[in-house]
């Protein structure tokens, strides 16, 4: 999300946000807030998601802020997993612009996103959230959002409690904004760390990032890092794992697994049935000591530890929990060094096992450290089972009449996330009610498949995750029916897309060859139809090059302009065209314009050509682009308004 006023120029800086805060509004709704805070290149929307669905589960109130907005501008802020109501939005901007404007601030007025990080911030602090997670837009330290303060003592960082800031994984993006170099970005996003705070730090792919990251957070919070990259967690598929609602005991002596929650204790978590479903195996210490000590303790402070520990344990009127397995350095008497918990990883593609470990260790530190005590594993599995992130590896069905149909009554869009990762099985699910962390019934409707259709489903409440992975396949149904959508636009994201399309390829041709008698080899994968769109100012060549392949073909299309975003720029298809000459599978593809995303999609849905698999990526607002035209809506109905204090803002109209 760039910052910019309404002409388009970037404008970087706190001068006038803050300004605002502490001169204009009736009152600074930053002290009435916690938060936690996230930064980095890749990965933050993914992180903001888990952390505030394991929240939710927990049965706090949420407030979430993402940047940039997917559909509407009014997506972007969120309570409980729904936007604010669009009246109430507009309202609330027209507020802050009539102040902004009466103000006559000397520091000028607030860019558009600055109006909307303000409108975010007083929305939560007047709707009395437990916590918001916020996402920051543009690097971080001159970001609207950096205006917290550290999480003890007063600061003159700003007011309100940021308790734990995540950096998420850095790469080079928006070179010469926030730096000419990936050392200089992670400079700039290092900025939101604040002294006294807690930082978790992604594994980092670039080690000049990464050494930058540590550095700076050594100085600014020594003793209170959680460095992901140092932690034991493992991605993996669970081969035996099984939870469910009919299960009345769990044996607890599997020396393997990690023993299992009973029903009661984890009542809307997928059923694994031996599917070897992935999951995201953690191990986190007792104490938050331990993250950044790795001396043994004393006998005596061993044995203090764990007596405290039995007693705490005897005198909570909470079961005993299972699932997580203590892993222990001695005898009887030996301190717990370590906690297994199993994760389940709903959000498609490699990489989220590292976003999921972000956000565990994240939310380890607030119910360790800042006292979020109902955030018990089994609420972090609950919510890691909720969460949707639309528009990131998402599967869509491209008949439009069935979607039209479908938005007419109350049921949800279809939607298709693969939640596996070697191979990926693409499945379509109706996005169920989110789950609360206590016992419900299940309500997951039939499922059907590119490989074929499932009736068995997931019998979790959650969002869309796991389901049954027995699959018929159906040799009539080839993936042109079918369309993945990815908002990657940088060379990293599109790297990780690439393997997961590469993933998919070989499912598919597993699949058609284990069940037709086509006589064709299980190496047969179809060719990738690129359905592409890009900003003004990507590095278009190093992206189509980490995606195109001989045999591929390239579908070239603009998006619309974004709402309130000026300074969004669509490229041209015939820059992205020029861009194609110039990758290395150029003379072995076939390129295609088209004046509009309609027109690509009444192409897809004539195309009796060769089965492909359809891509669509390049573009966060190409992805919103393609839901608009199915009319898919990847949100809960918005809020009802809440009340606002009286003559402080407007109702809404």
Not at 194 to 209: C, F, L, T
Not at 486 to 505: Q, S
Request: glycine share 8%; hydrophobic share 40%; net charge negative.
């Amino acid at each position: 999300m760039t910052v910019s006023d309404s002409t388009g120029r970037i404008k970087l800086g706190l001068e006038r946000i803050l300004h605002f805060f502490e001169h204009t509004l009736p009152s600074d709704p930053r002290t009435r807030l916690s938060v936690v805070h996230v930064a980095g290149t890749n990965g933050k929307g993914s992180v903001c998601a888990l952390v505030s669905e394991a929240l939710i589960a927990a049965g706090y109130k949420v407030g979430t802020f993402n940047s940039p907005h997917f559909l509407e501008t009014n997506d972007a802020l969120r309570i409980q997993g729904r936007p604010i109501a669009a009246a109430e939005y507009a309202g609330l901007r027209a507020w802050i612009s009539s102040l902004d404007a009466d103000a006559n601030s000397p520091a000028g007025p607030l860019t558009l996103f600055e109006q909307a990080t303000v409108a975010a911030i007083w929305w939560f602090a007047q709707s009395d959230v437990d916590l918001a997670v916020i996402e920051v837009g543009m690097g971080g330290l001159r970001d609207a959002t950096n205006v917290f303060g550290p999480a003890e003592g007063h600061s003159s960082l700003g007011a309100g409690r940021s308790l734990v800031q995540c950096i998420c994984p850095i790469d080079e993006d928006h070179l010469g904004l926030i730096g000419d170099n990936v050392e200089e970005i992670a400079r700039e996003k290092a900025g939101i760390m604040r002294p006294g705070s807690w930082i978790v730090i992604a594994s980092q792919e670039r080690i000049d990032a990464f050494h930058r990251i540590r550095q700076i957070a050594h100085r600014i919070s020594p003793g209170r890092i959680v460095n992901v990259r140092r932690q034991p967690t493992y991605d993996l598929h669970v081969p035996n794992f099984s939870i469910n609602h009919n299960t009345a005991s769990a044996d607890c002596s599997c020396s393997t697994l990690p023993s299992i929650r009973t029903p009661d204790a984890i009542p809307s978590w997928a059923q694994f049935h031996g599917t070897g479903r992935r999951c995201l195996r953690v191990k986190y210490p007792p104490t938050l000591d331990s993250y950044t000590k790795s001396r043994p303790q004393s006998s005596a402070a061993a044995a203090a530890a764990a007596a405290a520990a039995a007693a705490a344990a005897s005198a909570s009127s909470e079961p005993a929990l299972p699932t997580s397995h203590l892993l222990t350095a001695g005898g009887p008497a030996s301190v717990p060094t370590r906690v297994e918990v199993d994760l389940p990883l709903v959000l498609p593609g490699y990489y989220q096992a590292g976003n999921a470990s972000v956000a565990f260790y994240a939310l380890d530190v607030l119910r360790t450290h800042y006292g979020y005590d109902r955030l018990t594993d089994a609420a972090i599995q609950t919510g890691f089972q909720n969460v949707r992130w639309p528009g990131r590896l998402s599967w869509l069905r491209l008949n439009r009449s069935s979607l039209l149909s479908l938005n007419a009554c109350d049921s949800a869009p279809l939607i298709v996330q693969d939640d596996t990762a070697t191979p990926p099985s693409s499945f379509l699910t109706e996005r169920a009610p989110r789950a609360e962390h206590k016992p419900i019934p299940s309500s997951r409707s039939s499922t059907s498949s590119i490989f074929g259709s499932s009736s068995s489903g997931n019998t979790s409440g959650g969002g869309s995750g796991h389901v049954s992975d027995r699959s018929s396949f159906d040799e009539t149904e080839t993936p042109d029916g079918w369309i993945l959508a990815d908002g990657a636009h940088n060379r990293a994201a599109a790297e990780e897309l690439r393997k997961y399309v590469d993933t998919t390829l070989r499912r598919f041709a597993q699949q058609r060859y284990i069940h037709t008698a086509s006589g064709r080899s299980f190496r047969d994968t179809p060719p990738v139809r690129w359905i592409i769109g890009f900003t003004h100012g990507k590095n278009m060549v190093d992206i189509l090059s980490q995606l195109v392949l001989p045999g591929d073909s390239l579908w070239l299309v603009p998006f619309s302009q974004p709402s309130e975003m000026p300074w969004i720029k669509c490229e041209s298809t015939d820059a992205i065209f020029s861009a194609a000459h110039k990758i290395p599978s150029f003379g072995k593809i076939h390129i295609t314009q088209f004046a509009s995303l309609a027109d690509a999609l009444d192409q897809l849905t004539t195309d009796c050509s060769d089965a492909h698999l359809n891509v669509l990526c390049g573009s966060l607002y190409l992805v919103a682009d393609l839901f608009r035209e199915l009319q898919v809506q990847p949100f809960d109905a918005p809020l009802e308004a809440v009340a606002l204090s009286e003559g402080k803002a407007p109702a809404p109209n």
